[in-house]
């Protein structure tokens, strides 16, 4: 099982970015999809996660109405929109697929290698 996360970058504040999730060896329809994020020196955070079902979205509170995920079936990807970015959005950030949705890391099963993000000007 292999997810391969990407898009990231350097982006000045207020920037935008859109990171890719794709899943080489396996079917994303079967799985809810997360976005987590790690900034040196600080403990894995969700950002965001999309159910397999009817396609409900979930935020952290700290991106929401900036972030948006979304999936494309056709494509075997997630996406994760990111407007106004702001410093503290700097960050690896990546994609896991877990069997429902959830904010505790340990709950997620397969994960991507990370993609670098850096908001800054």
């Known amino acids: 099982v292999q997810l391969q996360a990407s898009g990231g970058g350097l982006v000045q504040p207020g920037g935008s970015l859109r990171l890719s999730c794709a899943a080489s060896t396996f079917t994303l329809d079967y799985y809810d999809v997360g976005w987590f994020r790690q900034a040196p020196g600080k403990e894995r955070e969700w950002v965001s996660c999309i159910s397999r079902a009817a396609g409900r979205t979930h935020y952290a509170d700290s991106v929401k109405g900036r972030f948006t995920i979304s999936r494309d079936i056709a494509k075997n990807t997630v996406y994760l929109q990111m407007n106004s970015l702001k410093p503290e959005d700097t960050a690896v950030y990546f994609c896991?697929?877990?069997?429902?949705?959830?904010?505790?890391?340990?709950?997620?099963?397969?994960w991507g290698q990370g993609t670098q993000v850096t908001v800054s000007s």
């Open positions: 896991a697929a877990v069997r429902w949705c959830g904010s505790s890391w340990e709950e997620y099963d397969y």
